[in-house]
């Protein structure tokens, strides 16, 4: 069983590439979504016994966020439904061309940021389980919510599970100690749960932000990734968290909104080397081209997901099958609208083999 842990909001988004103030008031899709509730949605679609663990209102909205995930596969039998607080919201807006995507926040006062790490009875939600995933949003959003995430993290390592957590660095929150900075807090809070994470995932920016570790010749900015140097910072991640024994990081080249180049990373201590994926037939890296995205929302979280399964899996447990298949995993999300990765297994499987037309299946 993998579990994870963090908040799940509602997501409200205009119809295409329409901007908040051309639709408002008017109609927004909405759908449900949150880094950990991405990952055990996928995880449940991949196959794999998925527990979801959060804090929702005990409302109809709480009530449809868990009928939905009981829908994907995913036991939330131990959420907790609460008095306090809200389900937090957010807006996106998917970019275009040279217009970026944009992200509006309204999650403040959300239930899991209210409620404290007592309430969630982690004991009972780690009975059965052999791995569970975190990430650097949830900590993100209150004192509460942070001493939830690092008191589960203690918890999985006493036990001997194995704790995933994706940085997830998000600028717009960290907010909620007076007096110090985002990066700042971020740095105290992550630093403390890292100690006891096995695999770390991030992208090209969160081990700069949250770790001060930085690839040299990258600019995410200008769509420049060097691969290579992704390697010098896994080691000096390893340097400083011992008990770390994979990092694993995506390679974002942005070309534009709609053009983006896609990779990874991940390099096994025990191997003691760095693997990268899609290679070439020259065995060189090769990132997939994906020119016509249709939401980038929740890759990250999909590759994640993608990562975690192939390492419980018998057919893919190999480093760098496991790489492969996280990349491709992450890749066909690109064509899902919605965070959640509503892919199958012999879907990634069949773009790993190399069957990449998008031609119709009858």
Not at 103 to 126: C, G, N, Q, W
Not at 192 to 218: M, Q, S
Not at 257 to 267: C, E, P, S, T, Y
């Amino acid at each position: 069983m993998i579990l994870c842990f963090g908040e799940i909001m509602l997501r409200l988004a205009p119809e295409g590439n329409l901007r908040i103030r051309q639709v408002l008031p008017g109609r927004l899709d909405a759908t449900f979504a949150g880094s950990e509730a991405n990952v055990a949605a996928s995880l449940a679609l991949l196959g794999q016994q998925a527990r979801y663990v959060t804090a929702l209102p005990d409302n109809a909205l709480g009530e449809n966020v868990m009928i939905q995930l009981r829908g994907l596969g995913v036991d939330v039998d131990s959420c907790v439904r609460t008095e306090e607080g809200r389900l937090g919201i957010f807006f996106i807006e998917t970019g275009a061309n040279q217009r970026s995507s944009v992200v509006i926040y309204d999650r403040e006062h959300s239930s899991i940021s209210l409620t404290s790490p007592h309430a969630y009875a982690f004991e009972k939600s780690m009975e059965g389980v052999s791995w569970v995933h975190l990430s650097g949003i949830t900590p993100a959003l209150s004192e509460q919510a942070f001493q939830s995430t690092l008191a589960l993290a203690r918890m999985a390592r006493e036990q001997g599970a194995n704790v995933s957590c994706d940085l997830n660095f998000r600028n717009k929150l960290w907010r909620w100690k007076p007096g110090v900075s985002a990066g700042e807090l971020a740095r105290e809070c992550m630093t403390t749960i890292l100690p006891h994470v096995t695999l770390l995932v991030a992208n090209e920016e969160d081990a700069k932000d949250v770790l001060g570790i930085e690839a040299e010749g990258v600019s995410v900015e200008e769509g420049k990734i060097n691969a290579q140097a992704y390697e010098e910072v896994a080691r000096k991640i390893f340097d400083r968290f011992s008990n770390i024994r994979s990092v694993a990081i995506t390679l974002r080249e942005s070309l534009s909104a709609h053009h983006n180049n896609w990779g990874a990373m991940l390099f096994d201590a025990d191997a003691e080397r760095a693997f990268l994926a899609p290679l070439d037939s020259d065995g060189e890296y090769t990132p997939y081209q994906i020119g016509n995205i249709v939401d980038r929302v929740g890759a990250g979280d999909s590759f994640a997901a993608g990562l975690i399964h192939a390492l419980n899996s018998t057919k893919h447990a190999d480093p760098e099958k496991a790489l492969r298949f996280a990349v491709a995993s992450s890749c066909l999300c690109h064509s899902i609208k919605g965070d959640f990765n509503l892919i199958s297994e012999q879907e990634v499987e069949s773009l790993v083999k190399g069957f990449a037309s998008g031609r119709v299946r009858r």
